[in-house]
């Protein structure tokens, strides 16, 4: 006899679908995880630029601000400490699932004196 029985013919479909539901069940998660990098990407993409724009402004930059930087984005930065170097941190804050998620982002500025 050639070929296979119908006991093995149910033993692999029966695999082959528990396979291709556990493939099927982790595509959702995989696809949040997606578009969670992609917000977080944004949002440091927008603090990069808002720490570029502080540092390009020196110590005439104000000690603190915000902006929108669209898709549900906000930049706030602050500027603290005095003297050659200050202290700059940015919040980038996005909605991310029911509210909002926010990446902190800390560096130096320097003054010239």
Do not use: K, N
């Not at 069940?25 to 720490?51: H, K, M, T, Y």
């Not at 000690?63 to 929108?68: L, T």
């Not at 549900?72 to 996005?94: E, K, P």
Request: hydrophobic share 55%; aromatic share 4%.
């Amino acid at each position: 006899m050639r070929g296979f029985t119908l006991i093995e013919v149910v033993v692999a479909v029966t695999v082959l679908a528990v396979g291709v539901l556990a493939l099927a069940a982790s595509a959702v998660p995989l696809g949040r995880l997606v578009l969670r990098g992609d917000a977080q990407v944004a949002a440091a993409a927008a603090a990069s630029a808002e720490i570029e724009a502080v540092r390009a402004a020196g110590c005439a930059a104000p000690a603190s601000g915000g902006v929108p930087a669209g898709h549900g984005l906000r930049v706030s930065w602050i500027l603290a400490g005095s003297g050659g170097l200050r202290d700059l941190t940015v919040v980038a804050t996005y909605a991310w699932g029911p509210g909002a998620h926010s990446d902190t982002y800390e560096t130096s500025v320097a003054c010239p004196e």
